[in-house]
């Protein structure tokens, strides 16, 4: 039996509440969620350690989910990979997609003070962060990733529109899933043609965070004894706390002027007004 094959592709960007969308899509009866949510398999020009390589563990994450309509993937950094169009063509010719979108110096502000709260970048500056020039990490590529590069979706899209037609692609606003899940939830189901079963709550997965003292969750990850991890447990969960700081005002109206041009691109492509980024 030829094993069955993701269709249904959650492509971000990050920070877009992808991982929600996926949760609550995953309690939906004609939707099989991977065993993993992003294994990255289709992007094989974005290094990490946590992508999965070989075919054949890839198709094991959907294993057993022949019945469903839907096999679900949300390894939102396809849309920023060059390879993963191409990829999921050759591999799922009639697959759906359902593109994140979100105010773009707020994507960019979220991104960053994730890759801070992980590890993953070192200057701690969001606008310094964002306009400085990006060493090459061959081993994790959001190490390297140009911030600005990351919002530029029409290129992005543009790719996806060359391997399948415009109305396999639905777009959801960041603001409206968070302002009202659930209408904006059941009206996917509806474009999907998946019988509209609302969910008793919609929970936000990752929301925003940050740490108090920065650089204290790190010196205690990678300790190896059982005393270390429980204290650095502790240390995390003490010096954790919800939301980020804001984008000041000056810098949001620079890296607008700098981004304009990207988002008329995508204003046209996807027929949408998009006035109220732009006005920041």
Not at 75 to 92: C, D, G, P, V
Not at 168 to 180: E, I, K, M, W
């Amino acid at each position: 039996m030829t094993p069955p094959v993701p269709n249904l592709f959650i492509l971000g960007p990050p920070r877009t509440g992808t991982t929600s969308l996926a949760k609550w899509l995953s309690l939906h009866p004609d939707v099989a969620a991977g065993r993993r949510k992003e294994p990255m398999f289709h992007a094989s020009d974005l290094p990490s350690p946590l992508s999965i390589d070989s075919l054949d563990d890839y198709l094991e994450v959907w294993a057993g989910t022949e019945t469903r309509p839907f096999r679900l993937e949300a390894s939102t950094w396809y849309l920023f990979s060059r390879e993963a169009a191409k990829s999921i063509a050759r591999m799922s010719p009639d697959a759906r997609f359902i593109v994140h979108l979100r105010d773009p110096v707020d994507l960019l502000a979220s991104l960053h003070a994730h890759h801070v709260f992980l590890g993953l970048e070192e200057q701690r500056v969001f606008e310094s962060a964002a306009l400085s020039e990006r060493p090459a990490d061959t081993e994790e590529f959001r190490r390297s990733t140009d911030y600005f590069e990351v919002v530029r979706l029409g290129g992005q899209l543009r790719r996806f529109l060359e391997h399948f037609p415009e109305d396999r692609l639905t777009f959801v606003d960041f603001g409206a899933l968070s302002s009202d899940p659930e209408s904006t939830y059941l009206n996917l189901l509806d474009d999907l043609g998946l019988d509209r079963v609302p969910l008793s709550s919609y929970p936000h997965m990752n929301r925003g965070r940050h740490q108090r003292v920065p650089g204290a969750n790190q010196r205690f990850a990678d300790t190896r004894s059982i005393a270390g991890r429980g204290i650095g447990k502790v240390v995390r969960k003490l010096n954790t706390t919800p939301g980020r700081r804001p984008v000041d005002p000056q810098a949001r109206r620079r890296i607008l002027e700098r981004l304009a041009p990207d988002i008329d691109e995508l204003e046209g492509l996807i027929d949408r007004d998009l006035s109220a980024w732009k006005s920041g």
